[in-house]
Protein backbone atom coordinates (compact mmCIF):
# COMPACT_ATOMS: atom_id res chain seq x y z
CA UNK A 1 0.00 0.00 0.00
CA UNK A 2 1.49 3.26 -0.92
CA UNK A 3 1.49 6.12 1.00
CA UNK A 4 0.35 8.66 -1.39
CA UNK A 5 -2.68 6.35 -1.91
CA UNK A 6 -3.61 6.59 1.37
CA UNK A 7 -3.22 10.10 2.01
CA UNK A 8 -5.44 10.67 -0.50
CA UNK A 9 -8.30 8.18 0.48
CA UNK A 10 -11.53 9.73 0.80
CA UNK A 11 -12.72 7.66 3.79
CA UNK A 12 -9.05 7.92 5.25
CA UNK A 13 -9.15 11.20 5.45
CA UNK A 14 -12.87 11.62 6.72
CA UNK A 15 -12.05 9.28 9.53
CA UNK A 16 -8.95 11.40 10.45
CA UNK A 17 -10.91 14.62 10.50
CA UNK A 18 -13.32 13.31 12.81
CA UNK A 19 -10.48 12.16 14.94
CA UNK A 20 -8.32 15.43 14.58
CA UNK A 21 -12.01 17.38 15.32
CA UNK A 22 -10.81 19.66 11.97
CA UNK A 23 -14.32 18.68 9.89
CA UNK A 24 -14.29 18.92 6.03
CA UNK A 25 -15.09 22.33 4.21
CA UNK A 26 -17.47 22.47 1.39
CA UNK A 27 -15.63 24.47 -1.72
CA UNK A 28 -16.35 25.66 -5.12
CA UNK A 29 -15.16 24.94 -8.30
CA UNK A 30 -13.20 28.56 -7.72
CA UNK A 31 -12.38 26.83 -4.35
CA UNK A 32 -14.29 29.50 -2.54
CA UNK A 33 -16.38 27.91 1.05
CA UNK A 34 -19.76 26.59 -0.68
CA UNK A 35 -22.49 27.37 1.27
CA UNK A 36 -24.71 24.19 0.28
CA UNK A 37 -24.17 21.10 -0.85
CA UNK A 38 -25.25 21.81 -3.81
CA UNK A 39 -23.51 24.49 -4.63
CA UNK A 40 -20.08 22.69 -3.94
CA UNK A 41 -17.78 21.09 -6.17
CA UNK A 42 -15.27 19.78 -3.57
CA UNK A 43 -14.98 18.53 0.10
CA UNK A 44 -11.78 20.18 1.81
CA UNK A 45 -9.64 17.89 4.49
CA UNK A 46 -8.13 20.17 6.90
CA UNK A 47 -4.10 18.57 7.67
CA UNK A 48 -2.79 19.16 10.98
CA UNK A 49 0.65 20.05 9.38
CA UNK A 50 0.36 20.55 5.20
CA UNK A 51 -2.19 21.71 2.83
CA UNK A 52 -5.85 20.99 3.25
CA UNK A 53 -6.63 17.82 0.67
CA UNK A 54 -9.16 18.41 -1.91
CA UNK A 55 -11.44 15.55 -3.00
CA UNK A 56 -14.38 15.86 -6.03
CA UNK A 57 -17.68 15.41 -4.16
CA UNK A 58 -18.76 12.82 -6.71
CA UNK A 59 -15.24 10.81 -6.19
CA UNK A 60 -16.30 7.42 -5.33
CA UNK A 61 -15.32 5.83 -1.96
CA UNK A 62 -14.32 2.31 -0.88
CA UNK A 63 -17.60 1.82 1.10
CA UNK A 64 -19.95 -0.17 -1.53
CA UNK A 65 -23.56 0.35 -1.80
CA UNK A 66 -24.66 -3.24 -1.86
CA UNK A 67 -23.51 -6.14 -0.13
CA UNK A 68 -20.98 -8.33 -1.78
CA UNK A 69 -20.54 -5.86 -4.43
CA UNK A 70 -17.27 -4.33 -5.32
CA UNK A 71 -18.07 -2.18 -8.63
CA UNK A 72 -20.59 -0.01 -6.92
CA UNK A 73 -19.79 2.34 -4.26
CA UNK A 74 -20.90 5.27 -1.96
CA UNK A 75 -19.68 8.54 -3.31
CA UNK A 76 -17.69 11.05 -1.05
CA UNK A 77 -21.17 13.53 -0.97
CA UNK A 78 -23.67 10.82 -0.01
CA UNK A 79 -20.81 9.98 3.18
CA UNK A 80 -20.38 13.49 4.00
CA UNK A 81 -24.31 13.83 3.64
CA UNK A 82 -24.97 10.71 5.90
CA UNK A 83 -22.36 11.91 8.36
CA UNK A 84 -23.65 15.83 8.50
CA UNK A 85 -27.57 14.84 8.89
CA UNK A 86 -26.47 11.36 11.28
CA UNK A 87 -28.79 12.88 14.11
CA UNK A 88 -31.78 13.93 11.73
CA UNK A 89 -35.27 12.36 11.10
CA UNK A 90 -35.81 9.83 8.08
CA UNK A 91 -37.77 12.38 6.35
CA UNK A 92 -35.45 15.40 6.66
CA UNK A 93 -32.68 13.06 5.63
CA UNK A 94 -33.83 12.07 2.31
CA UNK A 95 -35.14 15.51 1.66
CA UNK A 96 -31.72 17.27 2.13
CA UNK A 97 -30.48 14.55 -0.06
CA UNK A 98 -32.74 15.32 -3.19
CA UNK A 99 -31.83 19.02 -1.90
CA UNK A 100 -28.11 18.60 -2.70
CA UNK A 101 -28.21 16.79 -6.22
CA UNK A 102 -25.51 13.60 -4.85
CA UNK A 103 -28.12 11.35 -3.53
CA UNK A 104 -27.75 9.50 -0.15
CA UNK A 105 -26.40 6.48 1.45
CA UNK A 106 -29.58 4.11 1.89
CA UNK A 107 -31.28 4.02 5.38
CA UNK A 108 -30.30 0.23 6.25
CA UNK A 109 -26.60 1.86 5.86
CA UNK A 110 -26.40 4.76 7.07
CA UNK A 111 -26.13 3.53 10.85
CA UNK A 112 -22.88 1.55 9.70
CA UNK A 113 -21.16 4.43 7.79
CA UNK A 114 -21.48 6.69 10.70
CA UNK A 115 -20.15 3.94 13.12
CA UNK A 116 -17.24 3.14 10.62
CA UNK A 117 -16.72 7.28 10.68
CA UNK A 118 -16.60 7.23 14.17
CA UNK A 119 -14.09 4.27 14.27
CA UNK A 120 -16.42 2.22 16.33
CA UNK A 121 -16.72 -0.55 12.95
CA UNK A 122 -14.42 -1.29 9.94
CA UNK A 123 -17.23 -2.03 7.75
CA UNK A 124 -18.46 -5.25 8.26
CA UNK A 125 -17.72 -6.37 4.97
CA UNK A 126 -18.64 -3.18 3.06
CA UNK A 127 -15.52 -1.59 3.51
CA UNK A 128 -12.19 -2.62 0.20
CA UNK A 129 -9.02 -2.39 1.29
CA UNK A 130 -7.41 0.89 -0.44
CA UNK A 131 -6.23 0.57 -3.81
CA UNK A 132 -8.75 -2.40 -3.83
CA UNK A 133 -11.60 -0.91 -5.70
CA UNK A 134 -9.27 0.38 -8.63
CA UNK A 135 -9.09 -2.95 -9.81
CA UNK A 136 -12.89 -3.71 -10.20
CA UNK A 137 -14.28 -3.92 -13.34
CA UNK A 138 -17.70 -2.10 -14.03
CA UNK A 139 -20.19 -5.20 -14.62
CA UNK A 140 -22.20 -4.59 -17.70
CA UNK A 141 -25.71 -4.22 -17.20
CA UNK A 142 -28.69 -5.65 -19.23
CA UNK A 143 -29.36 -2.40 -20.97
CA UNK A 144 -25.63 -1.25 -21.50
CA UNK A 145 -25.17 -5.10 -22.93
CA UNK A 146 -28.46 -4.61 -25.40
CA UNK A 147 -27.49 -1.18 -26.66
CA UNK A 148 -24.17 -2.87 -27.57
CA UNK A 149 -25.45 -5.91 -29.52
CA UNK A 150 -27.48 -3.63 -31.23
CA UNK A 151 -24.56 -1.44 -31.88
CA UNK A 152 -22.37 -3.92 -33.30
CA UNK A 153 -25.44 -5.51 -35.31
CA UNK A 154 -25.57 -2.14 -37.04
CA UNK A 155 -22.42 -1.85 -37.92
CA UNK A 156 -22.23 -5.12 -39.56
CA UNK A 157 -25.34 -3.98 -41.30
CA UNK A 158 -23.67 -0.96 -42.66
CA UNK A 159 -20.81 -2.51 -43.62
CA UNK A 160 -22.45 -5.30 -45.72
CA UNK A 161 -24.16 -2.91 -47.84
CA UNK A 162 -27.45 -2.07 -49.04
CA UNK A 163 -27.74 -5.15 -51.48
CA UNK A 164 -27.29 -7.44 -48.74
CA UNK A 165 -29.75 -9.27 -46.56
CA UNK A 166 -29.80 -9.22 -43.19
CA UNK A 167 -29.82 -12.15 -40.85
CA UNK A 168 -32.64 -14.69 -40.64
CA UNK A 169 -34.73 -13.95 -37.64
CA UNK A 170 -33.70 -16.03 -34.56
CA UNK A 171 -36.37 -18.85 -34.08
CA UNK A 172 -38.54 -19.12 -30.97
CA UNK A 173 -37.06 -21.87 -28.64
CA UNK A 174 -40.41 -24.10 -27.43
CA UNK A 175 -40.58 -25.41 -24.20
CA UNK A 176 -41.03 -29.23 -24.22
CA UNK A 177 -43.76 -29.19 -21.48
CA UNK A 178 -45.34 -25.95 -21.91
CA UNK A 179 -45.93 -27.59 -25.40
CA UNK A 180 -47.64 -30.83 -24.72
CA UNK A 181 -49.65 -28.83 -21.83
CA UNK A 182 -50.77 -26.35 -24.58
CA UNK A 183 -51.33 -29.92 -26.66
CA UNK A 184 -54.00 -30.91 -24.19
CA UNK A 185 -55.68 -28.09 -24.30
CA UNK A 186 -56.02 -27.37 -28.18
CA UNK A 187 -55.26 -30.12 -30.50
CA UNK A 188 -54.70 -27.49 -33.50
CA UNK A 189 -51.78 -25.98 -31.38
CA UNK A 190 -48.46 -25.26 -33.21
CA UNK A 191 -45.21 -23.33 -33.30
CA UNK A 192 -44.72 -21.59 -36.82
CA UNK A 193 -40.88 -20.62 -37.32
CA UNK A 194 -40.66 -17.01 -38.49
CA UNK A 195 -38.97 -15.73 -41.83
CA UNK A 196 -35.96 -13.32 -42.07
CA UNK A 197 -36.55 -10.02 -42.17
CA UNK A 198 -35.03 -8.17 -45.97
CA UNK A 199 -32.95 -4.51 -44.51
CA UNK A 200 -32.64 -3.84 -48.65
CA UNK A 201 -33.02 -0.42 -49.30
CA UNK A 202 -32.60 0.97 -45.70
CA UNK A 203 -30.54 3.31 -45.75
CA UNK A 204 -30.60 6.02 -42.80
CA UNK A 205 -29.39 4.79 -39.44
CA UNK A 206 -33.14 5.29 -37.97
CA UNK A 207 -34.76 2.49 -40.31
CA UNK A 208 -31.93 -0.09 -40.00
CA UNK A 209 -32.54 0.38 -36.25
CA UNK A 210 -35.87 -0.46 -36.27
CA UNK A 211 -35.33 -3.29 -38.80
CA UNK A 212 -32.97 -4.94 -36.24
CA UNK A 213 -35.10 -4.37 -33.14
CA UNK A 214 -37.47 -6.03 -35.29
CA UNK A 215 -35.56 -8.60 -36.24
CA UNK A 216 -34.92 -9.26 -32.34
CA UNK A 217 -38.25 -9.90 -31.86
CA UNK A 218 -39.89 -13.23 -31.06
CA UNK A 219 -43.52 -13.22 -32.25
CA UNK A 220 -46.13 -15.08 -30.33
CA UNK A 221 -49.91 -15.84 -30.93
CA UNK A 222 -52.07 -14.17 -28.85
CA UNK A 223 -55.79 -15.22 -27.84
CA UNK A 224 -57.27 -13.50 -30.51
CA UNK A 225 -55.03 -15.57 -32.92
CA UNK A 226 -55.65 -18.82 -30.55
CA UNK A 227 -59.47 -18.48 -30.48
CA UNK A 228 -60.12 -17.39 -33.84
CA UNK A 229 -57.86 -19.73 -36.27
CA UNK A 230 -57.16 -23.34 -36.35
CA UNK A 231 -54.50 -25.18 -38.08
CA UNK A 232 -54.73 -24.02 -41.95
CA UNK A 233 -56.01 -20.85 -41.06
CA UNK A 234 -59.49 -22.21 -40.92
CA UNK A 235 -61.38 -19.51 -38.89
CA UNK A 236 -63.51 -21.20 -36.21
CA UNK A 237 -67.49 -20.88 -35.95
CA UNK A 238 -69.02 -19.60 -32.94
CA UNK A 239 -72.69 -19.29 -34.47
CA UNK A 240 -73.85 -22.64 -33.57
CA UNK A 241 -72.69 -22.36 -29.90
CA UNK A 242 -74.48 -18.76 -29.82
CA UNK A 243 -77.76 -20.27 -31.41
CA UNK A 244 -77.59 -23.18 -29.23
CA UNK A 245 -76.94 -21.59 -25.58
CA UNK A 246 -77.01 -17.87 -25.90
CA UNK A 247 -80.28 -17.59 -27.22
CA UNK A 248 -82.42 -20.17 -24.44
CA UNK A 249 -80.44 -17.96 -21.99
CA UNK A 250 -81.91 -14.58 -23.59
CA UNK A 251 -85.14 -16.06 -23.75
CA UNK A 252 -85.47 -17.19 -20.44
CA UNK A 253 -84.38 -13.77 -19.17
CA UNK A 254 -86.75 -11.70 -21.17
CA UNK A 255 -89.06 -13.96 -19.95
CA UNK A 256 -88.52 -13.19 -16.65
CA UNK A 257 -89.07 -9.35 -16.97
CA UNK A 258 -91.87 -9.96 -18.73
CA UNK A 259 -93.30 -11.90 -15.53
CA UNK A 260 -92.82 -9.60 -12.99
CA UNK A 261 -94.34 -6.40 -14.78
CA UNK A 262 -97.29 -8.05 -14.88
CA UNK A 263 -97.48 -8.12 -11.56
CA UNK A 264 -99.52 -5.38 -9.54
CA UNK A 265 -98.00 -3.91 -6.86
CA UNK A 266 -98.75 -4.14 -3.62
CA UNK A 267 -100.24 -1.16 -1.46
CA UNK A 268 -97.89 1.42 -0.04
CA UNK A 269 -99.58 2.96 2.48
CA UNK A 270 -98.06 0.56 5.01
CA UNK A 271 -95.29 -1.71 4.07
CA UNK A 272 -95.02 -4.76 5.93
CA UNK A 273 -92.38 -5.34 8.39
CA UNK A 274 -89.91 -8.12 7.01
CA UNK A 275 -87.88 -9.48 9.86
CA UNK A 276 -85.57 -10.78 7.95
CA UNK A 277 -84.43 -8.17 6.10
CA UNK A 278 -83.39 -6.69 9.62
CA UNK A 279 -83.11 -2.87 10.91
CA UNK A 280 -81.86 -0.45 8.75
CA UNK A 281 -77.98 0.92 10.27
CA UNK A 282 -78.10 3.71 12.28
CA UNK A 283 -76.44 6.83 11.27
CA UNK A 284 -73.34 7.76 13.49
CA UNK A 285 -74.31 10.99 15.74
CA UNK A 286 -71.35 11.17 17.88
CA UNK A 287 -70.61 14.74 18.21
CA UNK A 288 -67.46 16.81 16.43
CA UNK A 289 -65.39 19.19 17.69
CA UNK A 290 -63.36 21.87 15.65
CA UNK A 291 -59.67 23.00 16.82
CA UNK A 292 -58.01 25.29 15.01
CA UNK A 293 -55.07 24.24 12.33
CA UNK A 294 -53.05 27.32 13.35
CA UNK A 295 -49.25 26.43 14.16
CA UNK A 296 -49.62 28.52 17.51
CA UNK A 297 -52.58 26.72 18.89
CA UNK A 298 -52.23 25.50 22.44
CA UNK A 299 -54.33 22.65 21.63
CA UNK A 300 -53.41 21.03 17.90
CA UNK A 301 -53.89 17.65 17.09
CA UNK A 302 -50.96 17.03 18.36
CA UNK A 303 -51.61 16.78 21.82
CA UNK A 304 -55.73 16.94 22.14
CA UNK A 305 -56.22 13.24 22.27
CA UNK A 306 -54.03 13.43 25.37
CA UNK A 307 -55.88 16.64 26.60
CA UNK A 308 -59.43 15.43 26.13
CA UNK A 309 -59.17 11.79 27.68
CA UNK A 310 -56.78 12.25 30.28
CA UNK A 311 -57.00 15.90 31.50
CA UNK A 312 -53.46 16.29 30.85
CA UNK A 313 -51.83 19.15 29.08
CA UNK A 314 -48.83 18.77 26.89
CA UNK A 315 -47.07 21.12 24.49
CA UNK A 316 -47.73 20.83 21.12
CA UNK A 317 -44.03 20.64 20.23
CA UNK A 318 -43.22 18.31 22.88
CA UNK A 319 -46.34 16.09 21.54
CA UNK A 320 -44.86 16.25 18.19
CA UNK A 321 -41.04 15.50 19.09
CA UNK A 322 -42.26 12.21 21.05
CA UNK A 323 -45.03 11.05 18.19
CA UNK A 324 -41.58 11.63 15.78
CA UNK A 325 -39.73 9.49 17.71
CA UNK A 326 -42.24 6.50 17.29
CA UNK A 327 -42.25 7.42 13.66
CA UNK A 328 -45.45 9.29 13.03
CA UNK A 329 -43.81 12.75 11.06
CA UNK A 330 -47.31 14.02 10.08
CA UNK A 331 -50.08 14.44 12.27
CA UNK A 332 -53.91 12.92 11.31
CA UNK A 333 -56.95 15.03 10.40
CA UNK A 334 -59.52 12.92 12.38
CA UNK A 335 -59.21 11.77 15.68
CA UNK A 336 -61.40 9.60 17.91
CA UNK A 337 -61.80 10.63 21.64
CA UNK A 338 -62.92 8.61 24.14
CA UNK A 339 -64.57 10.36 26.77
CA UNK A 340 -65.16 8.36 30.14
CA UNK A 341 -67.51 10.34 32.72
CA UNK A 342 -69.65 8.91 36.42
CA UNK A 343 -73.50 8.30 36.00
CA UNK A 344 -76.15 7.28 37.96
CA UNK A 345 -76.13 4.05 36.46
CA UNK A 346 -72.54 3.98 36.90
CA UNK A 347 -69.34 4.74 34.09
CA UNK A 348 -70.63 5.57 31.11
CA UNK A 349 -68.27 6.29 28.20
CA UNK A 350 -69.27 9.04 24.97
CA UNK A 351 -67.38 9.47 21.97
CA UNK A 352 -66.06 12.79 20.27
CA UNK A 353 -64.40 13.55 16.90
CA UNK A 354 -61.96 16.16 16.56
CA UNK A 355 -61.30 17.68 13.64
CA UNK A 356 -58.85 20.73 12.55
CA UNK A 357 -60.27 21.69 9.22
CA UNK A 358 -63.21 21.67 6.67
CA UNK A 359 -61.93 19.25 4.48
CA UNK A 360 -61.63 16.80 7.15
CA UNK A 361 -65.22 17.84 8.37
CA UNK A 362 -66.52 17.06 5.16
CA UNK A 363 -65.80 13.01 5.38
CA UNK A 364 -68.93 13.35 7.62
CA UNK A 365 -71.65 14.09 5.17
CA UNK A 366 -73.22 16.91 4.43
CA UNK A 367 -74.68 17.28 7.75
CA UNK A 368 -71.78 17.57 9.29
CA UNK A 369 -72.00 20.74 10.68
CA UNK A 370 -75.53 19.73 12.32
CA UNK A 371 -72.84 17.45 14.58
CA UNK A 372 -70.26 20.28 15.77
CA UNK A 373 -70.99 21.03 18.84
CA UNK A 374 -67.72 22.86 20.12
CA UNK A 375 -65.29 25.18 18.41
CA UNK A 376 -61.91 25.99 19.67
CA UNK A 377 -60.23 29.12 18.21
CA UNK A 378 -57.21 30.93 18.88
CA UNK A 379 -59.44 34.14 17.62
CA UNK A 380 -57.74 34.39 14.35
CA UNK A 381 -60.49 35.34 11.58
CA UNK A 382 -58.79 33.74 8.81
CA UNK A 383 -60.40 30.56 10.69
CA UNK A 384 -63.96 31.54 10.07
CA UNK A 385 -63.71 31.78 6.60
CA UNK A 386 -64.14 28.51 5.41
CA UNK A 387 -66.77 27.82 7.77
CA UNK A 388 -71.15 27.56 7.49
CA UNK A 389 -70.92 30.71 9.55
CA UNK A 390 -68.02 33.15 8.54
CA UNK A 391 -69.27 35.90 11.18
CA UNK A 392 -68.12 34.77 15.08
CA UNK A 393 -70.95 36.01 16.22
CA UNK A 394 -73.30 34.04 14.06
CA UNK A 395 -71.42 31.03 14.71
CA UNK A 396 -70.79 31.00 18.52
CA UNK A 397 -74.61 31.65 18.39
CA UNK A 398 -75.30 27.84 16.96
CA UNK A 399 -71.86 26.04 18.72
CA UNK A 400 -70.22 26.58 21.25
CA UNK A 401 -66.31 28.27 21.40
CA UNK A 402 -63.81 27.87 23.15
CA UNK A 403 -60.59 30.05 23.62
CA UNK A 404 -57.42 28.99 25.45
CA UNK A 405 -54.29 31.41 26.46
CA UNK A 406 -51.92 31.52 28.92
CA UNK A 407 -52.80 33.47 32.55
CA UNK A 408 -49.91 35.98 31.09
CA UNK A 409 -50.84 36.16 27.72
CA UNK A 410 -52.86 39.24 26.30
CA UNK A 411 -56.32 38.40 25.00
CA UNK A 412 -57.14 38.47 20.99
CA UNK A 413 -59.05 41.31 20.39
CA UNK A 414 -61.67 39.28 18.55
CA UNK A 415 -61.45 35.99 20.35
CA UNK A 416 -64.26 37.25 22.92
CA UNK A 417 -67.15 37.34 21.01
CA UNK A 418 -69.88 34.90 22.26
CA UNK A 419 -66.89 32.89 23.18
CA UNK A 420 -65.51 30.85 27.11
CA UNK A 421 -61.71 31.72 27.69
CA UNK A 422 -59.53 28.95 29.33
Known sequence: MSSSASTSDPLLLFRQSNFLSLPAELLTASSDPAPSLALATHLSFPQPSSDPISIPKDAPTRYTSKPDSRDEFYTLGQVWLAWTERDTGVREYLMRGQAGGVGYVGIADRKGVVDYLKGESEGAGRVLAVGEEAGAAPVPSAASATVESVSVALEATAEAGPSKVAPVKRKYEVDVADREFCKKVSPNFEVQPLKGLDLKGLDNHGSRLTAQLRAEEIELRDRNSVLRTAGGGKVHDF????????????????????????????????PAYDPSRGAKKAKSTNPIIMISSSPTSLITMWN??????????????????????????????????LRKRSGPNGEVTSKYYVVD?????????????????????????????????????????????????????????????GMSRR
Open 239 to 270: YPWVQGVMVEKIRALRNSFSSSGSKQAAPASQ
Open 357 to 417: GVEALQKFGQDAWDRVICVVTTGQAWQFKPYKWQDPKVLFRNVKGIYFQWSNEPTNPSSGI
Open 304 to 337: VKKFLEQGIFEPSEVARQNEAAQGNVRSEDMIPV
